[in-house]
């Protein structure tokens, strides 16, 4: 969860807004590569996403990618290399005019960090924060949080201000601010200690999904 009070005029509470949204599933619009490709191939949920990050499906792409010098080169391979979702909901094509249903979240990236490990770990267990999943960028030198917004106290752009303005004062870090777009694709690297929501590893949740019915392809 998330809350912004000198902005959202929210205080920070015990209740998840995971459980407050009832929303379980978050579906997301997955996209094979490469990135010039914006039509999705299927819905997938948070749990077949953070599933797919903690196996080695991608793992050869990232080590790779974090083994190039050349920085045009390495976005260069990142976009043709990588598979991606749009966390923010499911769509046609890959953009804003084409979205079916906002799934609620919203995925923000720290870029160029000096202590990757330590935001992490403060992002975990911040006072307004509440991550439902959060890993290491692909190219290693960032942190990709997908979080819980609430559309009913302010808009997918309200939201990213009041992040972005909160983490600017907070953390003294600012967020790319491509965040604010809702049809904002994200990149799904190898990462074994990639962090999700345990709420969504409760039986309640697990048992509602096929965990292992994402194909490999």
């Not at 491509?178 to 690297?189: A, H, M, T």
Request: glycine share 2%; with cysteine.
């Amino acid at each position: 969860m998330i809350a912004i009070p000198k902005i959202m005029n929210l205080e920070p509470n015990n209740h998840s807004m995971i459980e407050i949204l009832d929303e379980p599933s978050k579906f997301f619009s997955f996209y094979n590569r490469p990135v010039k490709n914006i039509i999705p191939s299927k819905e997938i949920t948070i749990l077949e996403v953070y599933q797919l990050i903690k196996s080695n499906r991608y793992q050869r792409q990232t080590e790779a990618l974090r083994a190039m010098t050349d920085k045009k080169a390495a976005q260069a391979y990142k976009a043709e290399q990588f598979d991606y979702i749009t966390p923010s909901g499911t769509f046609t094509k890959r953009n804003a005019n084409s979205l079916i249903l906002h799934s609620n979240l919203m995925v923000l990236d720290f870029d160029d960090l000096d202590d990757v490990l330590g935001l992490k770990k403060a992002l975990i267990v911040d006072e307004y924060f509440e991550p439902d999943l959060l890993f290491v960028s692909p190219s290693s030198n960032g942190l990709k949080l997908v979080t819980t917004i609430d559309l009913e106290v302010g808009s997918h752009l309200d939201w990213f201000m009041a992040i972005a303005e909160y983490t600017r004062t907070t953390y003294h870090l600012g967020i790319d601010p491509s965040g604010k777009d809702v049809c904002r694709c994200c990149f799904l690297p190898f990462d074994e200690d990639v962090f999700i929501n345990p709420i969504y590893l409760t039986s309640s949740f697990t048992q509602s999904f096929n965990l292992n019915s994402h194909e490999n392809n």
